[in-house]
């Protein structure tokens, strides 16, 4: 148990305790296995009232990473690549997932985070013929890797884009609470829903124990897709236990509720860092932070917080990354920026 308070990630607390409570509340329920229970079916229609489409098809699974890599592989041939972001989780942080399932991932230099419909066309501009992979699928992060959020005419412009070159539109949403949440962007689920053929809403970072709701908004695309979990081992037989934190975070509003803390907790440390002098790699718009620091001041915040050194600039100062979970405590924001002040000064 460390004695430091983290700003690592978002994901380093345990559950929200209504979760916990669901889980107890019907602990002792006799249910049907596979994702044909009780508990899964209310979730689902919790969630299918903020989408305003009671047949849309949704899917509980224990983890980004398996998400991603269960939709592409099942929406992809084996000749066609996803194009992603250079910045892209599946590129960066999933040791191979994608290419492992057999499909290239074609990257395209980031822009703030994001891809745009430029860079897209640059692929597909590169691929023509048969002797090179195929690009048949657009994947994106809401919120990006560096925190960054698609506004609602982005999704749009990429949508149509895809729409128009016959590419599907794939959404990661391990983090897409804090992007519906943002003050700085209007966005809502139905409008993700309206763009993107296929997104999931993450709780594994959003007040879960785990778990990620993967959003067939294209429901064709979604036949045959319970195989796909089977065969890749993300079929559990107590699919009660995912469906449990959905039901627990969309029972009411806890889902957005949690998600606007983490950003307000992050804004707060956004302001005291701007109002000390310092400057950021990525505007700040949702709980992930970007800030440019000196190493003397890096050093002796170390001291106290868990952080990480995202991007070193030179011998003197440092991206560094500042996240706030669901659960950040107040006293130890307030405590940051003490000494944020105090270092300034």
Known sequence: MGTKVSFKNDYSEGAHPRILEVLLETNLQQEAGYGYDRISEQAKTFIRKHLENPDTPIYF????????????????????????????????????????????????????????????????????????VKPALVYISQTTELGSIYTKEELQLISTHCREKGLKLFIDGARMAAALCSEKVSLGIRDVAAYADVFYLGATKNGGLLGEAIIFANSALAEGFSYAMKQKGALMAKGRLLAAQFYALFEHQLYFDLAKRANRHAMRIAEALQSAGFSFSLSPESNQLFPILPYSVINVLYDEFEFYVWEKLNEQEAVVRIVCSWATNENDVDLFIKRIKELSS
């Open 61 to 132: 699974v224990s983890g980004g990473t398996q998400a991603n890599l269960l939709v592409i592989s099942h929406l992809l041939k084996p000749y066609e690549s996803v194009i992603a972001a250079d910045t892209g989780h599946i590129h960066v942080h999933e040791t191979g997932a994608i290419e492992y399932a057999g499909h290239k991932i074609n990257t395209v230099p980031h822009i703030d985070g994001k891809l745009t419909i430029e860079g897209i066309q640059s692929i597909l501009d590169l691929h023509n013929d048969e002797h090179m």
